[in-house]
C-alpha cells in the first residue's frame, strides 16, 4: 500500500454555512463516496436553481453515496447524480429507503409540473424552452441502487472502507454515519452526525452517543439557541389553542411532511386524550404527510401508541383538491397541518391566501425557516407577503413553537460532541453561519473542543 493510499480526504461540497444541500466526499483507498447528496432550498424557484446548479464533481467517478437520512436537502439530488452518471451503491436505513421513495416521487412530480408551467409561459412570449434534469426513470433507479443497513450493524463497503449507520434520533430511518477507514499505516474514524434528533421529542428516540472519531462532520442548524422544552412548549401551545378559541379563529401550521407532522399528530392526540381539543377539529391537508404517517405506523415498535390516526381520532386527512379546498368552508375551530414546511410551496399557501389577512388566525411555525423562504418572511415580521402572484397582507397572529423542533438545540449538541473521547477534530457543518459561530465559540468555552467552520470546497486530510 502506497503512502498516498493511506491519506484519507473529506471535502465540503454542501450545507456549509447554509442548511440545504447536504453534500460531502470521502476520500480513502482511493474510492469516493458521497455523504448525502442533498437539495438547496429557499430562495427562487426549484427548477431555476435545478438549472443552474453543477456538481461540482464528477458523479461517474462517485463509487457510493451513503444517505443519512430522506430529508430533501439530504437526498434530493440523487436522481440527477444518477443522470450525470453515477452507477454505485447508494446505503442508507431501510426506513430511509421507504420514506425515500414517497419524497423523491413527490418531488419529481411537482418538479416536471413547474417544466410544463415554465415552458408554456415562455412558449407564449417565443422564448427557450427547458428541458427537466432528470426524469421519472432516474428516480426510480435511485431506489433500486439503494441497499439498506441496520443501525448498528457494521458493512464493508469496500476494502478498507467500513461503514455503521447509528440512530440520530431525527425522523425515521435517520442515521449519524460513522466510517472506518482501515489501512496499513492507519486507521481513522470519520463521524458524520446527519441531522441530529431533539432528545426532548415525543416519538423518536435519543441520538447515538459515539465516543470514538478522529474526525467529526456536526450539525449546527440551532448552534446558537436551546430550544424550550417539551413541557413549557405544551403550555404554550395550550395557551396559543385559548388565545385562538377566544378570537374565534383558526390555526394554521406550515408542517414538513417527514416527522414534523408525525411528532404533532402525536402531540396532538395526547392532548384530545386529556380532554384538550374540545371544540376543534383537525385537518391533516397534505397527501404525503399522509403517505409518510403511514409508513411510520408500519414501523410502529417505535413508540406503543395504536397507529398515529387512530389515536387521533377527530383528524380529517384531505385525499382530493375538494377535500383541501372543503376546508375553506371551516369558518373557526379548525386546526390546519399542510406543507411545506419553509411555505415554499404547497397546500400552505392555499391556506395563508384564505386566512392569512384574517386578525383572528394563529400561524404557528415549529420547524426551522430558511433564509429566503416565505415562512421566514413571516417570522422576520413581513407585513405583506407575495407569493402565487398575489399581495396579502399580514394579520394573522404568528408564533414559533422551537419546542417541537426535529433538530438537536445548542445544549444538546454541545453534550453530543462532549462524548468523544479521542479528541477528534471538529468540522461544523448544516447551519448558517452566526448558528455556526456561536456554537464554535461555545464548543470552545464550554467543552474545550476547537471546532472549525466547514467552508465550499475545502479539503481536510487525515
Ligand atoms: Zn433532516
Known amino acids: 500500500m502506497t503512502a498516498q493510499s493511506n491519506n484519507y480526504r473529506i471535502q465540503f461540497f454542501g450545507a456549509t454555512q447554509e442548511v440545504t444541500g447536504s453534500c460531502h466526499c470521502l476520500t480513502a483507498h482511493n474510492k469516493k463516496i458521497l455523504l448525502d447528496c442533498g437539495m438547496r432550498q429557499g430562495g427562487g424557484e426549484n427548477f431555476v436553481r435545478l438549472a443552474e446548479e453543477q456538481f461540482p464533481f464528477n458523479p461517474k467517478e462517485i463509487d457510493a453515496v451513503i444517505l443519512s437520512h430522506a430529508h430533501l436537502d439530504h437526498s434530493g439530488m440523487l436522481p440527477r447524480l444518477i443522470k450525470e452518471g453515477f452507477a454505485g451503491p447508494i446505503y442508507c436505513t431501510p426506513e430511509t429507503k421507504s420514506l425515500l421513495k414517497i419524497l423523491l416521487e413527490d418531488a419529481a412530480h411537482l418538479y416536471f409540473n413547474d417544466v410544463v408551467y415554465e415552458n408554456v409561459r415562455r412558449a407564449r412570449f417565443g422564448g427557450v424552452l427547458i428541458a427537466a434534469c432528470y426524469s421519472a426513470e432516474d428516480v426510480q433507479r435511485v431506489l433500486t441502487l439503494c441497499k439498506t443497513i441496520s443501525y448498528d450493524a457494521p458493512l464493508t463497503l469496500s476494502d478498507g472502507v467500513v461503514v455503521t449507520l447509528h440512530d440520530a434520533g431525527h ?37 447515538a452517543v459515539l465516543e470514538n472519531a478522529d474526525v467529526v462532520l456536526m450539525e449546527g442548524t440551532y448552534g446558537d439557541r436551546n430550544h424550550k422544552t417539551r413541557a413549557e412548549t405544551y403550555n404554550e401551545f395550550l395557551a396559543i389553542l385559548a388565545q385562538a378559541k377566544k ?16 411528532d404533532l399528530l402525536f402531540e396532538l392526540g395526547c392532548l384530545y386524550h386529556q380532554g384538550l381539543l374540545e371544540g376543534w377539529r383537525i385537518f391533516l391537508d397534505s397527501p404525503m404527510a399522509q403517505a409518510v404517517t403511514e409508513i411510520y405506523d408500519q414501523y410502529k415498535n417505535f413508540w406503543d401508541q395504536k ?22 368552508q371551516v369558518k373557526q375551530g379548525a386546526i390546519i397541518l399542510a406543507g411545506s414546511g419553509m411555505c415554499t410551496g404547497g397546500r400552505i399557501r392555499h391556506h395563508f391566501r384564505d386566512r392569512l389577512w384574517h386578525a383572528n388566525n394563529h400561524v404557528i411555525f415549529v420547524g426551522f425557516q430558511a433564509v429566503g423562504t416565505l415562512g421566514r418572511h413571516l417570522i422576520d415580521g413581513a407585513k405583506k407577503v407575495h407569493f402565487n402572484g398575489e399581495e396579502i397582507v399580514v394579520k394573522s397572529q404568528l408564533h414559533t413553537l422551537g419546542g417541537y423542533s426535529a433538530h438537536a438545540g445548542q445544549q444538546q449538541l454541545l453534550d453530543w460532541a462532549g462524548h468523544f473521547k479521542t479528541e477528534p477534530v471538529f468540522w461544523l457543518v448544516h447551519g448558517e453561519e452566526q448558528s455556526l459561530q456561536t456554537l464554535a465559540d461555545v464548543l470552545w468555552q464550554q467543552k474545550g473542543i476547537q471546532a472549525r467552520i466547514a467552508t465550499k470546497g475545502a479539503s481536510f486530510y487525515f
Do not use: W, Y
Open 307 to 328: 397507529s398515529l390516526t387512530e389515536f387521533l381520532p377527530t383528524l380529517t386527512i384531505s385525499k382530493s383538491v375538494e377535500d383541501s379546498k372543503a376546508i375553506n
Open 247 to 262: 378570537d374565534q379563529g383558526n390555526i394554521l401550521i406550515p408542517t414538513f411532511a417527514v416527522g414534523r407532522t408525525q
Open 171 to 207: 425522523i425515521l430511518g435517520s442515521a449519524i454515519v460513522e466510517v472506518r477507514c482501515i489501512g496499513e499505516q492507519k486507521t481513522k474514524t470519520l463521524v458524520f452526525s446527519g441531522d441530529l434528533g431533539n432528545s426532548d421529542a415525543a416519538l423518536m428516540a435519543v441520538p
